[in-house]
């Protein structure tokens, strides 16, 4: 359970960043002339970059349910009635 709630933790913080990034890059596209153009490349990048961890993340956890899928099912077949 702490591993889960560690988890869901670090997900919902990398989603509120992203979120944050998100509501200023189009704050930044709607309206260009209140930031310079280093801080809409800054900000666009940023928000890539946290995109792509959040997807990397969740790329990992899919393999490690790809992974305890396997070796239950393994285990199950190896003691039965487990």
Do not use: C, H
Not at 39 to 48: A, G
Not at 55 to 65: N, R, S, V
Request: charged share 25%; hydrophobic share 40%; proline share 2%.
């Amino acid at each position: 359970t702490n591993y889960r709630n560690q988890f869901y933790m670090e997900v919902q913080k990398a989603v509120n960043t992203a979120q944050g990034l998100f509501q200023r890059w189009t704050e930044l596209l709607q309206d260009p002339s209140i930031a310079t153009r280093e801080e809409i490349d800054w900000t666009t990048n940023e928000l890539r970059n946290n995109l792509r961890s959040i997807e990397w993340d969740l790329e990992d956890l899919d393999e490690t349910i790809n992974i305890l899928s396997v070796v239950l099912w393994r285990l199950g077949r190896a003691v039965p009635g487990l």
